[in-house]
């Protein structure tokens, strides 16, 4: 019996520490409780490395993430939805820039505080967009000489 006993408590450690490795990595991968936040948009012409789940920063703190991308059908754009952290008021005239974090690093949304007075609410769209630059063309574009 008593074999029987040690068998089930070793067992209910094991579950145990099986669910607070889970609790713990839910929310160290942001996907545990949420803070209160607010969602914002912007239209890109392209929107080459980021997808859902990218990082959103702000000086280089992240502050958010990329909820949804769609294309646009009429203007064949990428719409792009994403979320920012409560607390954070950004100014209405701010930009959204899609920035690299290296040579061979991934892309990321940054955002480019303004300076209006007004800030942006739930739901609103940022129009001052910048696209991703594909490395590519670029270096298309310095092997020819730039006529392309």
């Known amino acids: 019996m008593s074999a029987v006993r040690t068998e089930a408590l070793v067992g209910a ?4 520490a099986a669910a607070s490795f889970l609790i713990y990595a839910s ?12 969602a914002l948009s912007a239209s890109f012409r392209s929107v080459e490395g980021v997808s859902v789940g990218t990082d959103v920063r702000l000086a280089g703190v992240k502050i958010g993430t990329v909820t949804d991308i769609t ?12 979320t920012v952290a409560g607390g954070i008021d950004l100014p209405d ?11 061979l690093g991934g892309n990321f949304v940054e955002i480019l505080p303004g300076g209006s ?12 967009t910048q696209s991703s630059v594909s490395l590519v063309s ?3 574009k310095f092997v020819s000489g730039g006529d392309e």
Request: proline share 4%; charged share 25%; net charge negative.
């Open 13 to 16: 450690a094991v579950l145990a």
């Open 138 to 140: 670029l270096l298309l």
């Open 27 to 38: 929310q160290f991968a942001g996907k545990g409780s949420r803070d209160a936040g607010y």
């Open 71 to 82: 294309l646009d059908p009429t203007t064949f754009r990428a719409l792009t939805e994403f």
């Open 93 to 103: 005239d701010s930009a959204v820039v899609i920035s690299s974090e290296g040579l």
């Open 117 to 128: 007075p007004f800030n942006f609410e739930e739901g609103d769209e940022i129009e001052d």
